[in-house]
């Protein structure tokens, strides 16, 4: 798909979700990416210390399945990510499946922005939540961009 939905597509209440089990894998190549080598997330012995007893995922890994869930679904493709608010309200664990659902709450068709209610859950327990904002295109700004 090259184009996701266009902002006259869209209403209040559309959802989509999108769903990933973390690997030890995943968390490693997080971590290099990202630069956080934070040994609560790649060391078995440190995390074991801590109020997690083991390794945890970084909050900003599951964060980006929100990202995956907009770029991919709804509005998918060619939409805009602005803004992101988060809390972190649970640990997600190696061989938790993380979903990631977004949810319009708002637009304003005006300025071509649409608000999302967003949640990570791990069996139904809320482990992200938050809102975003997002910049949808038009139909018309898209042909005359095409033009």
Same mark, same amino acid.
């Given at each position: 798909m090259q184009q996701g939905y266009?902002?006259?597509?869209?209403? /209040?209440?559309?959802?989509?979700?999108?769903?990933? *089990?973390?690997?030890?894998?995943? /968390?490693?190549?997080?971590?290099?990416?990202?630069?956080? *080598?934070?040994?609560?997330?790649i060391s078995q012995e440190f995390a074991e210390q801590t109020m997690f007893k083991g390794r945890i995922a970084h909050g900003m890994l599951s964060a980006g399945f929100i990202s995956a869930a907009f770029g991919t679904k709804l509005p998918g493709p060619g939409c805009i990510y602005l803004s992101q608010n988060l809390r972190?309200?649970?640990p997600v664990k190696i061989g938790d499946t993380v979903t990631a659902r977004v949810t319009i709450k708002k637009m304003d068709q005006e300025r071509r922005r649409?608000?999302?209610? *967003?949640t990570c859950t791990v069996r139904e327990r809320v482990v992200v939540d938050g809102e975003a904002l997002l910049m949808v295109a038009s139909r018309a700004e898209a042909s005359q961009?095409?033009?």
């Open positions: 266009y902002l006259e597509d869209l209403e /209040i209440g559309m959802t989509a979700s999108f769903s990933k *089990t973390v690997t030890d894998a995943d /968390i490693v190549l997080f971590s290099g990416v990202s630069g956080d *080598t934070n040994p609560v997330h972190f309200r649970a649409v608000t999302f209610d *967003t961009a095409a033009e």
